[in-house]
T-cell receptor
Framework: EAGVAQSPRYKIIEKRQSVAFWCNPI?????LYWYQQILGQGPKLLIQ????????DSQLPKDRFSAERLKGVDSTLKIQPAKLEDSAVYLC??????????FGAGTRLSVL | GESVGLHLPTLSVQEGDNSIINCAYS??????FIWYKQESGKGPQFIID?????DKRQGQRVTVLLNKTVKHLSLQIAATQPGDSAVYFC???????????FGAGTTVTVRA
């Protein structure tokens, strides 16, 4: 079974630029999550989708971050404009049901 | 030998010895707990989980212990191997909530 796919693996941008990350979850997984993991910390949930609907985006900085999952499968996370403090690894996870989440390898973002 | 104690951000273990990684949680309503392993450059990988109606669960070379009275969770790794070197995260959630809350993580280094 293929795992959660994310791209790109690495991205370097300058502050105030825009960036987008893509995630393809495990086939059949209805729930998709985006996490931000700052160096030395545990993952922090940004947004959770159930099929193509948002379940929880309470931790998403909506002034600069946006995410969508239009057809209930792939998802994109966008940052516009980026700040220095957005430097982190952005992890996508998917789940077939409650509790166990399967993670992708992440996208490492460096904002200069 | 074993290393037991309060939650520590790092743990150094001799190859072949047993490891114990500790985690304290704060939400009394949490009733599901997961341990993840994260190797450098990779996303978190599911190791083992436990529900609050249990106090012990065993997997292959790993055992999770849950003490709800003091809100403490531990992961025991038997015969630690070099491939066990990674950051280990505990995560918790409530059964009616899809969200996982991650701890700060413990970096385990295995000495040859």
């Amino acid at each position: 079974e293929a795992g959660v796919a994310q791209s790109p693996r690495y991205k370097i941008i300058e502050k105030r630029q825009s960036v987008a990350f893509w995630c393809n979850p495990i086939s059949g997984h209805a729930t998709l999550y985006w996490y931000q993991q700052i160096l030395g910390q545990g993952p922090k949930l940004l947004i959770q989708f159930q099929n193509n609907g948002v379940v929880d985006d309470s931790q998403l900085p909506k002034d600069r971050f946006s995410a969508e999952r239009l057809k209930g499968v792939d998802s994109t996370l966008k940052i516009q404009p980026a700040k220095l403090e957005d430097s982190a690894v952005y992890l996508c996870a998917s789940s077939p049901a409650k509790n166990i989440q399967y993670f992708g390898a992440g996208t490492r973002l460096s904002v200069l | 030998g074993e290393s037991v104690g309060l939650h520590l951000p790092t743990l150094s273990v001799q190859e072949g010895d047993n490891s114990i990684i500790n985690c304290a949680y704060s939400n009394s309503a949490s009733d599901y707990f997961i341990w993840y392993k994260q190797e450098s450059g990779k996303g978190p990988q599911f190791i083992i989980d436990i529900r609050s109606n249990m106090d012990k669960r065993q997997g292959q070379r790993v055992t999770v212990l849950l003490n709800k009275t003091v809100k403490h969770l531990s992961l025991q790794i038997a015969a630690t191997q070099p491939g066990d070197s990674a950051v280990y995260f505990c995560a918790e959630n409530e059964s009616n909530d899809y969200k996982l809350s991650f701890g700060a993580g413990t970096t385990v280094t295995v000495r040859a």
